[in-house]
């Protein structure tokens, strides 16, 4: 008898494996709501009360900032895991990304700011520009910094007025909206 002599048995796929995820599926999803849960731990915990998360889990999640343990800290980041199955993800994530969107454009404020005190510092034609594009800029007072931070470089003093002047600037240039 050969080979193409014997009946080959086709397995016909069971309909009630279709309708469940893989077991590699259901292992994704598990990394991933651990992964988040990891996220949520690194929140402080006014943010973690925001979230409105289950009383257990937002305890899990205050506890595990506790432990130092490599081992303990990561079974009870499993935990933590396995108690996100309870929470839909999604809404928890859009938060989480939207916290770390208005951090992003707060950053790029703030570098902005830092930009144009560089700039206002080693430029007197950007004193010029400066007022232009914010005419609501007190030029006195904003020449009189620039002036006293030159007195400070030379004198070796520390930079109080540099600092002021980054104060000011962060008075006078609004806040990337959100």
Do not use: C
Not at 55 to 72: C, F, M, P, V
Not at 151 to 163: S, W
Not at 164 to 173: E, V
């Amino acid at each position: 008898m050969t080979v193409s002599d014997h009946p080959q048995t086709v397995s016909q796929p069971d309909p009630e494996s279709e309708s469940r995820p893989s077991k590699t599926r259901l292992k994704q999803e598990m990394h991933a709501l651990q992964a988040l849960g990891e996220r949520l731990v690194e929140l402080e915990p006014a943010r973690i009360a925001e979230l409105d998360l289950p009383e257990k889990l937002a305890e899990a999640l205050l506890e595990a900032r506790k432990i130092t343990s490599h081992g303990a800290r990561r079974r009870h980041l499993q935990f933590i895991g396995k108690l996100m199955r309870a929470v839909d993800p999604l809404p928890v994530q859009e938060k989480l990304d939207a916290w770390q969107h208005t951090g992003m454009r707060h950053t790029a404020w703030l570098h902005q700011l830092e930009r144009w005190r560089d700039r206002l510092i080693s430029d007197e034609t950007a004193v010029t520009e400066f007022v232009q594009t914010y005419p609501h800029t007190d030029v006195r007072q904003l020449r009189t910094l620039l002036r006293n931070i030159e007195k400070e470089k030379l004198a070796g003093k520390p930079p109080h007025n540099f600092r002021a002047l980054f104060q000011l600037l962060r008075q006078i240039i609004p806040e990337i909206p959100g």
